[in-house]
C-alpha cells in the first residue's frame, strides 16, 4: 500500500490544502472507522459531527465546509474539493494501488457455439456458455457459469457476473452490468382460464436493455408476450427485483430492493421506487415519481408525485393517516371514558326518577 503527504493528495484530486501539508497519509477509510494515518471525507454537512471524536489525520471537504460551526478541532488537516466523495474514491485507489490488469481470452473450459461471433478483448471465463448465433461485443466480460442462449446480443464493455442466464434473444446495449445469479427473459406469467384449466399463452416477446444498466444479484426480468420488455437507459436494479412482462422502464430509474412490477406497467424517466415496492399491472407511473418503501401502487401516478403506504398516496395525505393511526390507542381510551361516563349519567338520571331521551327524538320534537 503506497503512502502520500496531504499535498500530494491534494495534487491528485485537484483540491486545495487547509493546514498542514506535510501530513503523511497512507488510507483512505470512511470516518465511522478512519484512524490516525488515514485520511477520510465529509459528503455533507449533516454528518460533519462524526469528525468531533474520529481520529483521522486529515478529511477531504466540500468548498463551503465550515470547522467552527461543526464543532471540529481548528488544527485537524483539510482537503477542500468539489466533491469530496469522488475525491475520497480517487485517493483510496492510488493509496491501495491499481487493481489487478484485466485478464482477456476465451478458456478452454468454456463453451463457444460455433456460429456465435465473438468481439475483441473479450474475457469469457471457465464454464461460461454461449448459443447458437449469439453475438458478444467487444470488452465484454462473462464470468464463470455464464449462460447465453441462443440470438442474443450483448454490446460492448458488458460485464455479466457468475451464472447470469439470459434467454434467447435477449439483447444487451453497451456497458451493461449484471451481477450474479440474474435471468433475463424468463417466461413471463401470462395464463388464461379455459375448460378449467390454466392455460399458458406462449410467451414469445424478448427482452431488450440500454445503455449501462446495472441490474443486481437474484433479479428476474420477464419476457414480452409478443413484443419486447424494455429497460431504459441508465436505470439502477437492486438486488431481488421482479419485472414481470412487457414492463417499459424509462431511463435513470432506480428500482430498490425487493420491489415487484406486474405485468405491462410503464415508467417514466427518473423514477424512484424505495424498497419492496409492489405495483399493480397495467399501471403507468409518470416522470419523477418518488414511491416510499413498502408503497402498494394500485392506480396511474401524475409526474412530479410522492407516494407512500398502500394503497399509495400523495405522501402529506399519507403521513396524516399515520398520525391519526398512531392516535387510535388514545382516542380507544377516550372513547370507553365517554361510555362509561354516558352510563354513569343514565344510572343517576333512572335513580332520580329522569328519562333521558334520544338527542334524535328531542330533535324531532323540537322541529315539530
Not at 477509510?29 to 454537512?45: L, N, Q
Not at 444498466?213 to 436494479?237: L, M, Q
Not at 405495483?279 to 409526474?303: C, F, W, Y
Amino acid at each position: 500500500m503506497a503512502s502520500a503527504t496531504l499535498e500530494q493528495i491534494a495534487s491528485i484530486v485537484n483540491g486545495r490544502v487547509v493546514g498542514d501539508g506535510n501530513v503523511p497519509i497512507g488510507d483512505a477509510r470512511p470516518v465511522e472507522i478512519a484512524g490516525p494515518g488515514d485520511i477520510t471525507f465529509i459528503s455533507d454537512d449533516r454528518v460533519a459531527r462524526a469528525l468531533r471524536t474520529c481520529p483521522a489525520s486529515a478529511a477531504l471537504v466540500g468548498p463551503h465546509f465550515r470547522m467552527r460551526a461543526q464543532g471540529i478541532a481548528p488544527n485537524l488537516p483539510l482537503v477542500e474539493v468539489d466533491d469530496p466523495l469522488d475525491a475520497f474514491v480517487k485517493v483510496r485507489t492510488h493509496l491501495r494501488g491499481d487493481v489487478a490488469p484485466r485478464w482477456t481470452g476465451i478458456h478452454p473450459k468454456a463453451y463457444i457455439a460455433a456460429t456465435a461471433t465473438i468481439g475483441k478483448n473479450v474475457a469469457i471465463h471457465p464454464f461460461a456458455y454461449v448459443g447458437e448465433y449469439s453475438v458478444i461485443g467487444d470488452g465484454t466480460t462473462l464470468k464463470p457459469g455464464v449462460v447465453i442462449n441462443a440470438h442474443c446480443i450483448i454490446g460492448s464493455e458488458c460485464m455479466l457476473h457468475s451464472n447470469v442466464v439470459l434467454y434467447d434473444e435477449t439483447v444487451l446495449a453497451d456497458r451493461v452490468e449484471i451481477h450474479a445469479g440474474t435471468v433475463i427473459g424468463s417466461d413471463g406469467f401470462g395464463y388464461r382460464l379455459k375448460d378449467g384449466r390454466h392455460n399458458k399463452i406462449p410467451q414469445t416477446g424478448t427482452v431488450e436493455v440500454a445503455n449501462d444498466v446495472e441490474i443486481g444479484a437474484n433479479c428476474s426480468i420477464d419476457r414480452g408476450t409478443f413484443e419486447a420488455t424494455t429497460i431504459g437507459e441508465g436505470t439502477k436494479i437492486d438486488n431481488l427485483v421482479m419485472i414481470g412482462h412487457n414492463n417499459q422502464i424509462g431511463r435513470h430509474n432506480m428500482i430498490c430492493g425487493q420491489v415487484g412490477l406486474a405485468g405491462s406497467c410503464k415508467t417514466g424517466d427518473y423514477v424512484v421506487m424505495a424498497g419492496q415496492v409492489g405495483v399493480k399491472d397495467h399501471t403507468e407511473i409518470g416522470d419523477q415519481v418518488l414511491i416510499g418503501a413498502q408503497s402498494g401502487v394500485h392506480r396511474n401516478v401524475p409526474s412530479g408525485q410522492q407516494l407512500l403506504g398502500s394503497p399509495a398516496l400523495p405522501i402529506r395525505e399519507q403521513r396524516r393517516i399515520f398520525q391519526m393511526i398512531a392516535r387510535l390507542p388514545e382516542m380507544h381510551k377516550q372513547l370507553r371514558e365517554l361510555v362509561t361516563a354516558m352510563e354513569r349519567i343514565k344510572l343517576l338520571a333512572a335513580q332520580a326518577g329522569l328519562s333521558l331521551a334520544p338527542l334524535e327524538d328531542s330533535t324531532h320534537e323540537e322541529t315539530a
